[in-house]
């Protein structure tokens, strides 16, 4: 039984990602302290950067003995704020920065800016800053462990979560100093993380999707196998954005060398039936346990009939492989789906023309008993950091054009998001 929902100009215009970059125009306030890690404040303003943001830097007089303020101005564009008397296009500096900012983050943040802030200090640019601020205010604490430890540092982080203030970290790790214990900074990349889910708009909050990414491997013998050309960039970029928009998200991936996005439980299998195995844990015997499936994984046809369990040996000029069909897994959720939940989201890479791909998408829909196929080309999406695809329903199609996967990501979630309201 399957359900197909229109479709409403899914393109790569969706408003939450432009050009790949689901931080696109948003003002970063990126405050510096004066800590050891402030060298990691560097890579968080190039990942934001690199996310579509503005980002503009406030040092504080002590960070600059340990990060120059020209390495900020070469990776953002923009020279750092910092003194409260510097001339500005209007107003003071850190009423204007507070007013404009979508979000203030100080990384790394001392002990004593903890401290400072909890007084309502405003005896330099960054706390007078954090004292105008109209956005929220996102802390990453980086000290000793024996600073984070202590009560008086204790209580500010009490006293600044009941007023508000956000918090990543610290961790547990080597400090500067090589003891271990909680105060480490969180990584740049969590940070970022963190960053792009507050400033996300989170159209799957409360909602579990499972994605599924990569090539599945069926072993011949223990040194080889038979594998297909799947990157796991599509599934990955899928997990990443739904993540970011408030999503639940596991994510079973196939063998692939691509990180974790943060925020996301990762399954790693290797072939089909663990894939199988996996999904079912996932979604539970009544399908119950996910509001939405995305089988962007390349799931092989076929596997080998008997694995040898040593190396086959060349001996012959030729040589036959005994295969067997694996379980169609999509098809066997579909059909076992008996109401609308979960939205089931299938994959088509084909090597036909258009009008031949949206055709055979159309054929897997009803075949697989599922809501939406999304079909592409192989040329276009095996291996690469772009894709062009067609979301096909039974009735409507709608292309995406060639962009980058964290776009087209946002196009798939972008319907997903108005099936769930139009089910709701």
Wanted: aromatic share 4%; hydrophobic share 45%; proline share 5%.
């Amino acid at each position: 039984m399957s359900y197909h929902p229109s479709i409403a100009s899914p393109n790569a215009d969706d408003s939450r990602s432009s050009n790949g970059q689901p931080l696109a125009e948003k003002l970063v306030v990126l405050g510096v302290t004066g800590s050891i890690a402030a060298y990691k404040a560097v890579h968080i303003a190039r990942l934001l950067i690199k996310a579509g943001a503005v980002v503009q830097v406030v040092m504080t007089e002590r960070a600059k003995q340990f990060v120059g303020p020209a390495t900020f101005a070469g990776i953002t564009g923009r020279p750092p704020a910092t003194s409260m008397f510097e001339p500005t296009d209007g107003g003071e500096s850190h009423v204007s920065l507070a007013a404009k900012a979508d979000l203030i983050v100080i990384a790394p943040a001392t002990a004593d800016m903890l401290a400072r802030l909890v007084q309502g200090r405003a005896d330099d640019l960054l706390t007078a800053t954090a004292l105008c601020a109209e956005s929220r205010l996102l802390i990453a604490p980086a000290m000793h462990p024996s600073m984070w430890a202590h009560p008086a540092t204790k209580r500010n982080v009490t006293q600044l979560k009941a007023d508000g203030v956000l918090f990543v970290g610290p961790e547990c790790g080597e400090v500067a100093s090589g003891d271990q214990g909680e105060g480490r900074m969180s990584e740049p990349e969590r940070i970022v993380a963190t960053i792009r889910g507050l400033l996300a708009e989170r159209d799957l909050e409360g909602r579990h999707i499972v994605v599924t990414a990569g090539p599945t491997v069926e072993d011949i013998d223990p040194v080889r196998f038979i594998t297909n050309r799947s990157s796991g960039k599509m599934g990955f970029a899928i997990a990443e954005r739904a993540a970011d928009r408030g999503a639940r998200v596991t994510l079973i991936a196939g063998p692939v060398a691509l990180p974790t996005p943060y925020g996301v439980k990762r399954i790693d299998v290797r072939a089909a039936l663990e894939l199988q195995l996996a999904l079912d844990g996932a979604l539970g015997d009544d399908l119950n346990g996910a509001d939405a499936l995305i089988m962007a994984a390349a799931v092989a046809d076929y596997r080998v009939a008997s694995v040898a369990d040593a190396k086959l040996k060349r001996d012959a000029d030729s040589t036959n492989l005994s295969l067997i069909k694996n379980p169609d897994l999509l098809a066997t959720i579909g059909r076992r789906r008996t109401k609308p939940w979960p939205i089931l989201i299938g994959f088509a890479v084909e090597t036909a023309n258009d009008e031949a791909i949206i055709a055979l998408g159309r054929e897997k829909l009803h075949k697989k008993c599922i809501d939406v196929v999304v079909a592409n080309h192989a040329a276009e999406a095996l291996g690469a950091d772009s894709n062009r695809v067609w979301l096909v329903t039974e009735t409507e199609q709608q292309l995406v054009s060639t962009a980058p996967k964290l776009v087209v990501a946002d196009a798939i979630l972008g319907w997903l998001a108005r099936s769930f309201a139009e089910r709701s």
